[in-house]
């Protein structure tokens, strides 16, 4: 498919908060992303002050470059708030006062024990022709409307009502009017693969040129994401998956839109520990407790959390044999007649002569053992965060061979 | 001040990763923040992806409506990069081999042990007339140059990188180049009263209408911002937020911008564990480790994690007292025999009939004990960040008496 002939999206910001840097704009990634997905191509991000001659000229501007605009902000009670009436401004409509707006308003207020104010009215005002787009998780109502070429949908800038709106109504209303070819998105979840490693990996697989391949570098894990084009060959596309799959071997631990769902590694384990219906106790150092947040207290029994290994000693016998990962395992065994349950996970840790940090991770179970060793550098957090993640990785594992 | 005569700014990011959606935009904010402090009005917020005829037409249009421009991304080697080329193009200039920036790029690379491969060559190219700006965390160099109207600094998209050139180049040319008025940024840093209630409060107090007062609701703090105006006089200055202080009572646990910088709640904390040599043992439930997480190796002895209530019973006495308050300090006492150390934290919780949690926070140490019960509602990790918060809250009111 030809990028030009791709329908070209803007993705609009408002409000001082954003343009202040009182708040990261996270609205613009997040349409960006479900946008591109669908098929857009997003030719700009703009954010603007809560400033009317501005607001409408940016409108008037937007709907000369643009076909579709997703608007976020402005839509409050209060005076700064100015998007619909820009909007009726820029496009020569009058403004029409929306009863069930109103009245879902007034409803929204009852169910809090509050008294509407008299300055929420104002929010429902929507633009002549407008369709309301109905709030049921905050007062402002959204509203899509046409401006001379752009189709622009105008939404609170809340994340949370913005996602709501967008998955209840924008995007249906999206692939209505506009003729576009939703591309389809799998992504493999992989843990301790480097991005330069697995880019190495697939550049020696030569995937199909259509096939769109990009990268989300995230600590501890990082992402590949394969676009594939509208209506590919699903046989193609599965064989396509299973080869990167194979290239990146066992550092894939999930894969994301094949109809499996799983959003960490934490999810994955918790999906295990259900199934299997274990219990869990652990015994953290340097993550301090980083492990323990990511676990499920419905499996997860207890947690001993020493910051200084020495520490340790005052519950567990260390037998002379030093910090090491025979130690971490023999610690394990302990834990898990210390404090009954399936599974025991313990973490030591130690600095190495070459001032890196090396972590020792065991995984007991009445089943066998898996230990590792991994030498982690950088930030005190980001050591935290990979020390944490190589629990639930080794856990995982685990989980796997029972 | 008027606002009119302030030099105007548009925060100018590229790259692919922006406009995809695929990388949230952090630098806009923080490079948005820092204009606004130093005095600048902030205009727009403008992302283009990577397309040579949009970056040359909005280079130019920048250059018809700002007085300066912080610009970040497209300095990199690949073939997407193409900042440089399009400012050469926008305002018709040469581009020309910067000596200076190949040698310190290719120091870099020899640091690392490595080679530097011909394509980053490209990136010593700056445009004629422009002033480069070292990068010392990374390769590509930065420069500052002037359009028509427009001052334009251009910085690598690492917000690492952006950041420390930044503070060791940009603001200070900033300073030279504009007549900006500083404002002066008081930050006072609460825990425990909601945005209402001290937006309510802060009404009562008619602060002047010079001083801008901007909120940041976080969980669990929220911060009150006051920004004063250049040259504000230092009297009256510490006499409005002396009032603003008195206003919110005990809800304030710091202040920035008056010389002393405390970062967080946990921060705070850190400071007077340290100052006054204190050791903790912990024993947490709900939040699984959220507070351990927050406690630094150096004072934090252990800490036991129960995210069931009911299996604190294996370890600690109950009395058959019931989950409360008194059975939460009982434990503490308990906690300080088990595992000496100079303060033990508590916290347990309980459902409570209105289907919110009770959470029982006590604080005990040889001085003295501390006790607290609070019902939290919401969603699991906004009730679980909430109980880390009370006690580190708790543990910072108890450490005040000491």
Redesign the interface.
Same mark, same amino acid.
């Given at each position: 498919m030809d990028n030009n002939k791709r329908p070209t999206a803007v993705i609009f910001?408002q409000g001082d908060e954003?343009?202040?840097?009182?708040?990261?704009?996270?609205n #613009?990634?997040?349409?960006?992303? @479900?946008?591109?997905l669908l098929g857009f191509d997003?030719?700009?991000?703009?954010?603007? #002050?809560d400033d009317m001659d501005?607001l409408v000229q940016t409108l008037q501007d937007i709907d000369q470059i643009a076909d579709m605009c997703l608007c976020t902000g402005g839509l409050g009670p209060t005076q700064d708030d100015l998007t619909t009436e820009a909007f009726a401004k820029a496009f020569d409509v009058p403004l029409v006062f929306d009863e069930t707006a109103y009245q879902m308003m007034a409803k929204f207020f009852t169910q809090l024990n509050l008294t509407m104010p008299e300055v929420n009215r104002k929010q429902a005002y929507l633009p002549a022709k407008a369709t309301r787009i109905d709030n049921h998780w905050g007062t402002a109502a959204g509203f899509v409307s046409d401006g001379h070429r752009c189709r622009f949908y105008c939404m609170p800038g809340v994340p949370y009502e913005m996602e709501n709106m967008l998955s209840t109504f924008v995007l249906q209303d999206l692939q209505q009017h506009f003729s576009i070819a939703p591309t389809r998105l799998v992504t493999l979840r992989t843990m301790g693969m480097g991005e330069s490693t697995i880019q190495q990996k697939i550049n020696e697989l030569n995937i199909p040129a259509e096939v769109r391949i990009?990268f989300?570098a995230g600590l501890p894990e990082n992402e590949l994401k394969l676009t594939f084009p509208h209506a590919y060959d699903e046989q193609q596309l599965l064989q396509c998956v299973d080869r990167v799959k194979q290239a990146l071997g066992e550092a894939v631990y999930a894969i994301d839109g094949l109809g499996q769902s799983v959003v960490s590694l934490a999810d994955c384990v918790d999906q295990l520990m259900r199934a299997k219906g274990l219990s869990l106790t652990a015994l953290?150092t340097l993550s301090?407790?980083?492990?323990? @947040?990511q676990?499920?207290?419905d499996w997860?029994?207890?947690? %001993?959390? %020493?910051?200084?290994v020495d /520490?340790v000693a /005052?519950d567990f016998a260390f037998q002379h044999r030093g910090v090491n990962e025979t130690t971490s395992l023999a610690i394990a065994n302990q834990l898990l007649l210390k #404090?009954p349950s399936d599974i025991a996970v313990v973490q030591l840790f130690c600095e190495n002569q070459r001032s890196e940090v090396d972590i020792y991770t065991s995984v007991v179970s009445s089943h066998g053992s898996l230990s590792t060793t991994r030498s982690l550098t950088g930030r005190l957090q980001r050591i935290q965060i990979n020390a944490a993640a190589a629990c639930l990785n080794l856990l995982r594992k685990h989980l796997l061979t029972l």
């Open positions: 910001s954003v343009i202040t840097g009182a708040t990261v704009d996270t #613009a990634a997040f349409l960006a992303d @479900k946008c591109r997003i030719i700009r991000h703009i954010t603007v #002050a501005v990009s989300r953290e301090q407790g980083g492990f323990a @947040k676990c499920q207290a997860l029994r207890q947690t %001993y959390i %020493y910051p200084v /520490n /005052n #404090a």
